[in-house]
């Protein structure tokens, strides 16, 4: 039987935490077949240690076969000791009264911290999936907080985008959410995402053709897609969780196991293609295969896509600007 791996979870008494570590623990991200190691970081706060303990009382009872231990703690430099994957969940919410740029320097400080413990301590090979907000902009500065770690191991989760934007499709083209392909989200998780169905197929039919409406595209898919987590949050009270874990675990699962050719969209530090400068963390639609993930190049980008691209750019430009003093 293979050797378990070590899976890194921040947050991990969070919301999000609790639709996912069961996930991760029976199975479903890295196979079957492979057991893991859960190392699981929570801020240092007794209420948090304590609501920790009752998340791993309940993985205990679920006694799952590939779960071959747990490791709580409040320190990074344990979560990240050798984990060769690292979900990085938790992250500071924008409190009352606080302004973007506060909650800016809030999480630079907690990716910075996280960045330089995972360069330390972390499998040379660590794949890293930021979740907590801003995600693109906490993976740049964990990238940048790890100077001696691969650029590429570091990514941001746009899954949950690209699944909503696949979920619309199917219900305005009457077909199957599995059935479609070439779909991909493209720069920063927020409203200011490009969801783009240009390319995208579903049964080898072209999706642009059957829908065949570029104001229900832009007037109902592109907001609808943008603002489906304050449409849930309008719903529920509370911010998307299961989708969140759902996503995290589509995300990690196909860069560690393959696409098997299928597009996906993952955050990837740019190499400079489609005019995304070097290491801005952006949207692509990627495929991956042995543990690694390969850029789709090539693809046309009309005006139209061009204008949402620069917008989305210019929001993680910002973004990137207003914590460069902190680096
Ligand atoms: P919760 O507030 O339920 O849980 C977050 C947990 O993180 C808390 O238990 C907190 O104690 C912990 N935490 C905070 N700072 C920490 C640190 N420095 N080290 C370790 N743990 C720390 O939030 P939840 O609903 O689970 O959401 C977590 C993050 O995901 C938020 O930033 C949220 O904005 C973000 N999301 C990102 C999405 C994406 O697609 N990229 C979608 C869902 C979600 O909104």
Redesign the pocket.
């Known amino acids: 039987s293979k050797k378990p791996v070590r899976v890194a979870v921040?947050?991990?008494?969070?919301?999000?935490?609790y639709a996912l570590l069961f996930r991760i623990a029976s199975g479903e991200m890295l196979g079957k077949d492979q057991p893991v190691i859960l190392q699981l970081?929570?801020?240092p706060?007794e209420k948090?240690q304590k609501?920790l303990k009752g998340v791993i009382m309940e993985l205990e009872d679920c006694a799952f076969p590939l779960l071959a231990g747990v490791i709580p703690t409040g320190d990074?430099l344990v979560a990240f000791k050798d984990a060769d994957y690292a979900l990085l969940?938790?992250?500071?919410?924008r409190g009352p009264g606080m302004e973007r740029a506060d909650l800016l320097a809030a999480n630079a400080q907690?990716f910075t911290a996280?960045g330089k413990a995972l360069d330390q301590v972390a499998s040379r090979k660590v794949k890293v999936l930021v979740?907590?907000?801003p995600?693109n902009t906490n993976a740049y500065i964990a990238m940048k907080s790890a100077p001696s770690l691969p650029r590429k191991n570091f990514t941001?989760?746009?899954?949950?985008?690209h699944n909503r934007a696949a979920s619309q499709i199917a219900a305005k083209t009457g077909t199957a959410v599995g059935d479609i392909e070439k779909l991909t989200v493209w720069g920063n998780?927020s409203p200011t995402m490009y969801a783009d169905y240009r390319f995208a197929t579903v049964g080898g039919k072209s999706v642009k053709d059957l829908i065949n409406d570029q104001v229900w595209n832009a007037d109902t898919f592109l907001p609808t897609v943008g603002k489906r987590?304050a449409a849930i949050i309008e719903a529920r009270g509370?911010?998307?969780?299961a989708s969140?874990a759902n996503?995290a675990i589509d995300h990690m699962r196909d860069w560690a196991l393959g696409s098997n050719g299928k597009w996906v969209t993952m955050g990837i530090p740019s190499d400079g293609q489609y005019g995304i400068p070097k290491d801005v963390i952006f949207g692509f639609p990627v495929t991956t295969e042995n543990g690694e993930y390969k850029l789709v190049e090539g693809l046309e980008i009309d005006k139209f896509s061009q204008e949402r691209i620069d917008k989305t750019l210019k929001e993680l430009q910002d973004e990137q600007a207003g914590v460069a003093h902190l680096l």
């Open positions: 921040t947050g991990a008494a969070g919301q999000i935490g970081l929570e801020i706060d948090a609501a990074p969940v938790g992250a500071r919410p907690i996280q979740v907590g907000n995600a941001a989760m746009l899954r949950l985008d998780h987590g509370l911010s998307s969780a969140a996503a």
